[in-house]
Nanobody
């Protein structure tokens, strides 16, 4: 099982980025997917999740209204569109399959390298 994240970068406050995560080695449509963020010196935390078919989405309070998660099951890819980025969004972003749509725990304990998002003026 492999997750390959991309799309991070350095952006000014208020800017936007779109992250992508390509998944392989699993039946993608069978799993809810999530984006996690690990800020410097902190634990990795779930930021957003999307259900297997994509109809259900949820977000941690700090990103509601600014981030949008989506998935393309034909491409085994999940996306995170981020707008109005804030300094506190800085961190390394990872994607993973979840135990369930309502879970915050990853299913396989298999992590990619992540993609770094740095919000700085």
């Amino acid at each position: 099982i492999q997750f390959v994240e991309s799309g991070g970068g350095l952006v000014q406050p208020g800017g936007s980025l779109r992250l992508s995560c390509a998944a392989s080695g699993l039946t993608f449509t069978s799993y809810a997917m999530g984006w996690y963020r690990q800020a410097p010196g902190k634990e990795r935390q779930l930021v957003s999740a999307i259900s297997e078919g994509g109809a259900g989405t949820r977000y941690t309070d700090s990103v509601k209204g600014r981030f949008t998660i989506s998935r393309d099951n034909t491409k085994n890819t999940v996306y995170l569109q981020m707008h109005s980025l804030k300094l506190e969004d800085t961190g390394r972003y990872y994607c993973s399959a979840l135990n369930s749509y309502l879970s915050s725990s990853d299913r396989f304990n298999s992590w990619g390298q992540g993609t770094q998002v740095t919000v700085s003026s």
